[in-house]
């Protein structure tokens, strides 16, 4: 097993781990009190994504991660909070827009190469919903192939929830 493929499994159990004990500590919702009108709903928030970012993950949802806040169009630069690239190293993506935008994945930058995969305001995917055929950046399977982020409003295409 590679040191990468290794340390990405590991990641994945701790943010399972955490992600069971912030479950168990959440209080109960309580319903608002006679005659008090009911809040706004906030817009939808993607898990483990700041409200109004677009984020990717390194391995699962919860894991190393980079927030975008608009398109970007190139991923070579950017980095996850583990130090490695964002460019072809996505497992996982979650959308916490709030003007309801859809979160667009390209193959190349600039938007190039085709569509990878998108993600629905409020939603995410996770790594094990994503093809993989074990060769980064080739244009062929989804995870480890993202390269660019395009912000689109409401389209036709079939995205992740």
Known sequence: MSRKLFARLAGIT???????VALL???ASAAPAP???????AAPKGPY??????????SALGSASHD?????VNFTDDLLTNGEVVNDNIWSASNSSTGGYESHYYYDISY????????NP???????ELTDDLVDGN????????????LRGTTTIPCFN
Request: charged share 15%; aromatic share 12%.
């Open 112 to 119: 190039g190469g085709g569509l990878v995969f998108c993600v």
């Open 35 to 41: 005659g008090v009108d009911k809040p706004i709903p």
């Open 25 to 27: 500590a959440a209080p």
């Open 68 to 72: 975008y806040f608009n398109s970007d």
């Open 14 to 20: 701790v943010a399972v781990a955490a992600s069971s």
């Open 139 to 150: 244009g062929v399977a989804q995870r480890d192939e993202a390269s660019s982020l395009r």
């Open 122 to 128: 409020g939603g995410a995917v996770e790594y094990t």
């Open 49 to 58: 994504c700041s409200s109004g970012y677009h984020c990717v993950f390194w």
